[in-house]
């Protein structure tokens, strides 16, 4: 929101979590949704409740989803840029699913929604080299840049200061941790 101050944001978010926003200075529009947001359903019918979104707050410029599995047809609506975290429901589906059976159809699930959702996006955000070079057959008509998860170049560099690297740092403050993920068993 600092970074672009001119534009309005509207965040999608699940109802059941109606936390206050660690940043919110009135510059951020939340839009809450009742219904299941898992894979399916999203993949399906969440273009339906965008769509509801779109009508109550306005036509969104760019739409950023920011996992990889996107809505059948948002991309009609309006630009799309879609995240690729893994390709660990094609690679791997036995670590990210709790049976056998739920495995082969997370899997099958992902070899049509994830390629669906690279080829539809106006560009591809991929988090690693390996992610993009392993997504290549379906982003060859799509462009795509690779934005490493990561720690900034400063914490590494040893002539700094910690009150230089980390704001609050010596202040007396207790220390902190942030950890953002989920709580699947490969994490």
């Known amino acids: 929101v600092s970074v672009a101050p001119e534009h309005d944001w ?17 510059a951020i ?6 219904q299941s947001i ?4 999203n993949a399906v019918f969440g273009r339906r409740t965008l769509r509801r979104i779109f009508e109550r707050h306005g ?14 047809g ?13 390709l660990i429901w094609l690679d791997h589906p036995h670590i990210a699913a709790s049976g056998r059976l739920d495995a082969k159809l997370l899997q099958a699930f992902g070899r049509w929604a994830i390629p669906r959702s690279l080829r ?8 690693s080299e390996p992610t993009a070079e392993r997504a290549e057959p379906w982003l060859q008509s799509t462009p795509h840049t690779t934005i490493p998860h ?30 953002v993920g989920n709580d699947k068993s490969y994490k």
């Open 150 to 179: 990561g720690v900034d170049e400063a914490f590494f560099d040893a002539s700094l200061p910690p009150e230089d690297v980390v704001p609050g740092w010596g202040s007396g403050a207790p220390p902190y941790v942030l950890a």
């Open 74 to 86: 948002i991309a009609e609506d309006c630009p799309t840029v879609t995240t690729l975290h893994d």
């Open 10 to 26: 509207i965040i999608v978010r699940h109802a059941s979590n109606r936390d206050a926003l660690a940043v919110d200075d009135g």
């Open 38 to 41: 898992s894979e399916l359903p």
């Open 29 to 34: 529009d939340e839009a809450f949704v009742d």
């Open 120 to 127: 539809a996006a106006d560009h591809v955000v991929c988090v």
């Open 59 to 72: 036509s969104p410029d760019l739409y950023h989803s920011l996992f990889h599995i996107t809505p059948s």
